[in-house]
């Protein structure tokens, strides 16, 4: 298995069926992205990509209150998030989600000034980072 390098924080699911293992990159540190259901409980059942249903919708909700720090503004946007973005990743083909392309949706749909420093910290620290292509397993 190649290594990522790079300080970017990644969410990325391998190729398979649902329910979609998801997980988040960011240095040299991997976890499980934590789906959320205590926020709301849209898929007990897991995750899933490439159509608008439960499962996008958790995972949508999911990623949003990773990448953002506040699940409030998460519950808020994670329907629009899951349509324009989760429903039009691969369903069963391997994708992947950078942070800073989560916070760029959320600014491009809200216009929130507050998510602007959350973007300006991610750019200084992903200037330069590449994501090799084989980095994941």
């Given at each position: ?5 790079t300080s ?44 608008g249903g ?10 949003l209150a ?72």
């Amino acid at each position: 298995m190649a290594s990522l390098t790079t300080s970017k924080r990644v969410y990325w699911s391998p190729a398979g069926y649902p329910p979609r293992a998801v997980f988040v990159k960011e240095g040299e540190e991997e976890r499980t992205l934590d789906p959320r259901n205590d926020l709301f409980n849209h898929s007990p059942d897991g995750f899933a990509s490439g159509y608008g249903g439960s499962g996008p919708a958790q995972l949508a909700l999911a990623i949003l209150a990773d990448a953002t720090g506040d699940d409030r503004l998460a519950v808020k946007l994670h329907q629009g998030f899951k349509w324009e973005v989760i429903a039009k990743l691969p369903e069963t083909e391997l994708w992947l989600l950078t942070r800073a392309d989560v916070l760029n949706w959320i600014r491009d749909e809200t216009g929130a000034d507050k998510v602007l420093g959350l973007i300006r910290e991610v750019q200084s620290d992903e200037t330069d980072d590449e994501v090799d292509d084989d980095w994941y397993y």
